[in-house]
């Protein structure tokens, strides 16, 4: 019999580098990620000369939100243009009355805070060096030698005193700045203002202003027989306050790097270790640098060792970069290094979602609770867009916005026609709730949210007889390729009728409310009205290759050149046809599969994680690993950080001039590797879906389910063992199906542990 997970027995996940950052231009993209939700710090791993970018979840600037005029008047207008097929006049009519009326405002960006500089003089010159990330204690380490002498630099961000520790040579000089970019060219970068760095003993006290508001850094730097650095930031308030207040508390801390470092690991593991991924690799291990898996990958094939590393930096990232009481985790979490970051802010209309998708599975679902506190505090200003935009009551959530701008803010078409962002974020309240049964958080967040979506749609759509229609809608970010069977036009818009992915939230929407409202005792006219919404929306079609159609009108063919896979939503990330009859599922494979290969040149990374966690979905473990194979060879840095896209005309996705740095796709493997192992709704449990030829022993667990149960798994190909453990988060019963394709019917109480053995 296998041996079981030992979750006492953690294991440690470590990312090894053979030299400094490196990217010229942008040197910050390959450093070393720090952080504890709240505070983040990037080691750039220079020798003599050492910088770490200083960062901060709420120092979010340069915002400009001006008094949203009423155009609501327009759509009526716009529907009518659209549905006469007068399509490309009706595009910008929203987006241009807005503008015409002056309004024009742009989001917040996170600003980098400052640089920590550590200056050691070189003797004769390092050599021996090597970079570490040690991904489950969250902490970076540098080490070389330089004439004989050994150097180490190590730092983490405390999770337990929520502040940044250094520990390097008795002799580094140490000083903070304002964060000075990469760019060689930097005309037209705005830095902080009025930049002020002063010494008092063993104190470094700094600060800087940007839109007259100033930000800080207090650090106390101890010399002895090594030197230690403690230091903290703030985001708002006066600097002469604010200097005090930190000096007091980190005086209050305990200057010893073991201890306060004993206390983070705790803190950082209760997280970290709650749910672990092993896959065995014959061939690379721990010891192999991430530079020589990245080779293995362009070579003979990604090892299993970089596909166990990607998922631990992925549920890394995602910890570090988000915390209870704090901001959601955006595109480039906590370690940008620009000014004015390329979409540094949090899209719903993949990416937000991206970044979410493992977090319940993961056993991590306090870190959800972020992102409905973002949307929360701001419910006026979606009921504002609502109003104001489109006429409706509810909530109008546009897919860009960013900390204090959820008022429409990106006044394109694409962004302001697009109305399905609200619904898509009702999906994680109510999977929210799927996972953790929490009634308190049913009846004072998820209902509500989702009632206030539903108002929207009631208003919005369009009814002809007993069916309606969506219109304006979008399928992000695609366009027909032949409108009312015209050539594909040069100038493609995005405005469409019956998108399938609008109708597919809305339905989705409707379901979810018809199910909470009978849970909470809501009256049977409400009730009946939301079945007469859902039994409204338009049928799903299937184009000529037997895959769903993008748009549910006959005047726009699909056009599968591009990277979203918005149509295929039934499947995932929704659970309406997940898991349905066989050629249902077969239809979504195809359309997965031909975004994959007729448009591969046209994929992103996050892209190709989509896929992956959709073919997972649909049972193709090969062309789901394909996915992710695809990103290790096109999209992935030595520090395993993610780019939008390749830079290198490799053939493998889109060819921008720049490659933006964006954690989605980091952040998304994770969930990818998690579906393909575990499928779960609310009455069943799939062992092992879509597991890979490759992947012949490995473990995974806890993962945590929809249906209340936590579930280990650990599997050996060879032996022809797979050995499942369960145990109940609550009374629940549902059928479990195996990887040799049999089912057991199981009833479990909640605490109760059941293991079992089965084979392939």
Known sequence: MINTINLEAYMQYKMKISRPASWWNDTWREGTPLGNGRHGALMYGAAANERILLTHTFLWREGKQADMPDVSYILPKMRKLILEGRMFEADRMLSDELLSKG???????????????????????????????????AEGIVHYCDDGK??????????????????????????????????????????????????????????????????GVVARVIKG????????????????????????????????YNSLLTKHIAKHQELYNRCQFHLEDLVYSQKDTNRTLLDASYGEGMPNEMVERMWALGRYLFICGTGVGGNPCNLTGLWSGEYKAYWAFNMANINLEMIYWHVLSGNLTELMLPVFDYYEKCMDDMRENAKKMFGCRGIYLPAVTAPGAIKHVNVVPHITNWTAGAGWIGQLYYEYWLYTKDEKFLKNRALPFLLEVSLFYEDFLVWNEDKWIVCPSVSPENHTISYRGGAEPEDPVQTSINATMDVAIIKEVFAHLIELGKQVGCSEDEIEKWIKFLNGAPEYEYNEFGAPREWLHKDYPDRDFHRHQSHLYPVFPGLELSRSDNKTLDAYRIGGIRRLTIGLEHQSSWSLVQNANLLARTGDAENALKCLELISKSTVLENFFTLHNDWRAMGIGLEYPIAPFQIDANIGWASAIQEMLLYSDTKRIDILPALPKKWGKGNIGWLNTRCGVNVKIDWNKKKNECTICLKGNYDTKFTLYLPNKESVFVKLYKGEEREMLTNF
């Open 103 to 137: 309004y024009n405002p742009s989001a917040p960006v996170p600003f980098p805070a400052a640089d920590l500089h550590l200056s050691l003089t070189p003797v004769s010159g390092f050599s021996r060096y090597n970079r570490e990330l040690n991904m489950s204690t």
């Open 150 to 215: 050994e150097i180490c630099r190590k730092v983490f961000v405390s999770r337990a005193d929520d502040v940044i520790v250094v520990e390097t040579d008795k002799n580094v000089e140490v000083n903070i700045t304002i964060h000075k970019s990469d760019v060689v060219q930097q005309a037209g970068i705005k830095f902080s203002e009025n930049p002020v760095t002063y010494k008092e003993g063993e104190w470094i006290f700094f600060k800087a202003e940007v839109d007259n508001k100033e930000h």
């Open 225 to 256: 027989e090594k030197t230690l650095i403690i230091c903290r930031m703030f985001t708002d308030g006066d600097s002469n306050s604010q200097f005090k207040l930190l000096k007091e508390y980190i005086s209050t801390i305990k200057p010893n």
